[in-house]
């Protein structure tokens, strides 16, 4: 089972970015996004059901960030925008096999993706 992040890179305050995490070996319930910033504790971003039909965002991010998934291709994206300086961190995907939606419980991680913001 792995999980690869990618898409992460340098960019402007206020702008766009989207991730991508590949899952192989098999398929998760929960697909979540923590992200963990210089000297700082990882923290929860995001999480996604199965279906899609559910998504749970920390209050740092809500309105400025959007999860989905395409389960044909195990792929889960996120969307991020209007980005700042404080959004620099590494991104870390994870997956879990319960379909409890929240921060706690993930199985399976990424070896994460460098976003920075900054102009």
């Known amino acids: 089972v792995q999980l690869q992040a990618s898409g992460g890179g340098l960019v402007q305050p206020g702008g766009s970015l989207r991730l991508s995490c590949l899952a192989s070996?098999?398929?998760?319930?929960?697909m979540g996004w923590f992200r963990q910033a210089p000297g700082k504790e990882r923290e929860f971003v995001t999480a996604?059901?199965?279906?899609?039909?559910?998504?749970y965002y920390s209050d740092s991010v809500k309105g400025r960030f959007t999860i989905s998934r395409d389960n044909s291709k195990n792929t889960v994206y996120l969307q991020m925008s209007s980005l700042k300086p404080e959004d620099t961190a590494i991104y870390y995907c994870?997956?879990?096999?319960?379909?409890?939606?929240?921060?706690?419980?993930?199985?399976?991680w990424g070896q994460g993706t460098l976003v920075t913001v900054s102009s």
């Open positions: 996604i059901s199965w279906s899609g039909g559910r998504t």
């Open positions: 994870a997956g879990k096999m319960t379909v409890i939606l929240g921060p706690k419980g993930y199985d399976y």
């Open positions: 070996g098999r398929t998760f319930n929960i």
